[in-house]
């Protein structure tokens, strides 16, 4: 890939960098739903000023963006220090799930209220017993007339108890092999038998929720890609997943970590080497994480849709990310770790990388066999 940016790439980052420069949000509040409430609203002035959701097609109300557009879109905000949009989810992972497989009714139906955030969404895979194991799941849906009843639990569900929709998968034929009995419905969060439990994190955010479904009805026209479909159409939602945010990961970790510079810098501990010497390799790191997002985006480019390449930039930002926030704690001092730091809580919450959008053992398993065509284990 020719990494340098051709003309209308330029003028595409050069019009987002001078809107962004114009209508930035500020400083997002602290607190969980008043950084919510924040977020949604910059969704909001996204979407009214046509950048909501840039890598959509126009007949969806996007700006048929790009991939490379796309990419430079998520470095721009990052690079801004501005929020991402309250419902990353449905722009994400939602949107482009529906527009592969959803019908015109459901594309019709869904996929505005998503880009403007007047509806969020949610994503209900993982299970006590089934988080990096989706096959093995065991919420299951049983058929009722014209509609499902799903029964069971889900977990790390981030930003359930603001989402009116969830991306569900849920088994449906408990005689099939467990890739075949599964089907992905839209389930309406907001009716009885669905209840949200805050899960507190270390900290002390309660980020992600239990998911508690007891006869959670389901129209048969909220099933997405046809009935024992679910595993395949839940794929297309991981390849997104781990792709989409590759860009603003690390444009976001660079920044962190020349914020950590220029503190360092302030106080004299530049001068000691062995700080210098880890900032040169943290450097490294984040140029390497860089243009392997890069190379990632070649292959879409190539093959028309993400691969499994996606899954090393994510290992790598996880990795890379606590190991940058480990070390600025360290050598900021133990200041850094005083209640309301910026730096502590970050390091507190960097902990939660290597499990979030994959874990660190099962995307490995996932660049040998699929990447790297190694053998699978026996």
């Not at 890598?55 to 996007?62: D, L």
């Not at 981030?158 to 075949?180: E, I, N």
């Not at 210098?276 to 890069?294: M, N, P, Q, S, W």
Request: proline share 4%; aromatic share 8%.
């Amino acid at each position: 890939m020719d990494l340098t940016f051709n003309e209308s790439e330029s003028a595409f980052r050069d019009e987002l960098r001078a809107w962004i420069k114009a209508n930035h949000p500020g400083e997002e509040p602290a607190g969980e739903d008043e950084g919510y409430a924040f977020r949604r609203d910059w969704q909001r002035q996204l979407y009214e000023a046509g950048w909501a959701a840039v890598h959509w097609p126009t007949e969806y109300g996007g700006r048929d963006a790009t991939l490379v557009e796309a990419a430079i879109f998520n470095e721009e905000l990052a690079r801004a220090r501005a929020p991402f949009p309250a419902n990353v989810l449905g722009l994400l992972l939602a949107g482009p799930t529906l527009m592969i497989w959803g019908d015109d009714e459901q594309k019709q139906r869904y996929l505005d209220p998503i880009m403007s955030g007047d509806e969020i969404w949610c994503q209900g895979f993982s299970e006590p017993e089934a988080g990096s194991d989706l096959a093995s799941l065991k919420s299951k849906a049983v058929r009722d007339g014209d509609d499902w009843l799903i029964t069971g639990q889900k977990v790390w569900t981030s930003g359930a108890q603001y989402s009116k929709w969830c991306m569900l998968v849920a088994r449906t034929d408990f005689d099939a092999p467990k890739h075949k009995g599964l089907t992905y419905f839209i389930l309406d969060m907001e009716q009885e038998g669905v209840e949200v439990r805050p899960l507190r994190q270390i900290t002390g955010d309660p980020e992600f929720n239990e998911l508690f479904l007891e006869n959670a009805r389901v129209p048969a026209a909220n099933v997405l890609g046809g009935e024992g479909n679910g595993w395949t159409v839940a794929l297309t939602t991981l390849m997104n997943e781990r792709a989409g945010l590759a860009f603003g990961l690390q444009v976001g970790m660079k920044v962190a970590l020349d914020e950590l510079t220029e503190e360092l810098a302030a106080s004299g501990k530049l001068d000691d080497p062995m700080i210098a010497d880890e900032l040169g390799a943290l450097h490294i790191k984040c140029e390497i994480l860089r243009l392997t997002a890069y190379r990632g985006l070649t292959a879409t480019m190539k093959y028309g849709q993400p691969g499994p390449e996606g899954s090393l930039t994510k290992w790598m930002w996880s990795q890379g990310n606590q190991e940058l926030m480990q070390f600025a704690t360290k050598a900021l001092g133990p200041q850094s770790l005083a209640g309301g730091s910026n730096w502590g809580r970050s390091m507190l919450r960097s902990r939660g990388n290597s499990i979030e959008g994959g874990t660190t053992e099962v995307l490995k398993n996932i660049i040998a066999e699929r990447v790297l065509g190694l053998p699978r284990k026996k």
